[in-house]
């Protein structure tokens, strides 16, 4: 394995009317959720952490496949090569004015003894 590379990037980018489509795709503002996140005691918590809905893309969605794409890509031009078998599905997030991401634990935090 190769580390020398500690990240892979393109120079462009996936143009607007695919973009367009992903988004038409994948995203329900219906199903989408608000505020909330898994906290440190692994319940669904809302709060100061995120102002903005999110949803997640199927596996099998083209969005999911194009990323998986990218990501085998890169792991590789990158000299990476790890052993990337699966992805976990994407997430996509609508921002309103004043909304925001901050950071946080998506899974539990299990102290280890």
């Given amino acids: 394995m190769n580390n020398t590379n500690a ?5 462009s980018r996936v143009p607007k009317d695919i973009c367009e489509g992903i988004i038409k795709e994948n995203f329900d503002p219906e199903a989408s959720t608000e505020g909330s996140y898994v906290g440190p005691d692994g319940n669904l918590t ?6 903005t809905k999110v949803c997640w893309a199927q596996p099998t969605s083209y969005v999911a496949l194009l990323l998986f794409s990218h990501i085998l ?29 901050d950071w946080h634990n998506d899974e539990p935090f299990y102290a280890l003894s």
Avoid: M
């Avoid at 890509?73 to 909304?99: C, R, T």
């Fill in 7 to 11: 990240f892979w990037f393109w120079e």
């Fill in 46 to 51: 809302t709060g100061e952490k995120r102002n």
């Fill in 73 to 101: 890509h890169a792991n590789q031009k990158a000299g990476w090569l790890f052993d990337v078998d699966q992805i976990e599905p994407p997430q996509l997030g609508e921002y309103s004015v004043g909304g925001h991401y």
